[in-house]
Nanobody, 116 residues
Framework: QVQLVESGGGEVQAGDSLRLSCVAS????????MGWFRQAPGHERELVAR????????NYADFVKGRFTISRDNDQNTVYLQMNSLKPEDTAVYYC?????????WGQGTQVSVST
């Protein structure tokens, strides 16, 4: 059974940082691309960042470029999202996802709330 478990969310103030983690089990982690998505109330889920299986290619949504960094540790079956200079508009539930040709597996999400 595949499981993706996110952690690291919380309530912070604008300008603060958070580091999200997602630990994967039940799959061959090193062959899966990994992504972070977010969904704010009343909005559709959107891609924040993604990283290829080997970690060589990373892509970011324009609204997080220069502030967020995605990384992965294939020995620990973990993907990270370092979030700096957080803004109130970053408030959302953050999900990690895994897939080879599509986003097949999803975690349950972790809440990030940023206040002014």
């Amino acid at each position: 059974q595949v499981q993706l478990v996110e952690s690291g969310g919380g309530e912070v103030q604008a300008g603060d940082s958070l580091r999200l983690s997602c630990v994967a089990s039940g799959l061959t982690f090193r062959i899966h691309g990994m992504g972070w998505f977010r969904q704010a109330p009343g909005h559709e889920r959107e891609l924040v960042a993604r990283i290829t299986s080997g970690g060589g290619i990373r892509n970011y949504a324009d609204f997080v470029k220069g502030r967020f960094t995605i990384s992965r540790d294939n020995d620990q079956n973990t993907v990270y999202l370092q979030m700096n200079s957080l803004k109130p508009e970053d408030t959302a539930v953050y999900y990690c996802a895994a897939g080879v040709s599509d986003w097949k597996y999803w975690g349950q999400g972790t809440q990030v709330s940023v206040s002014t």
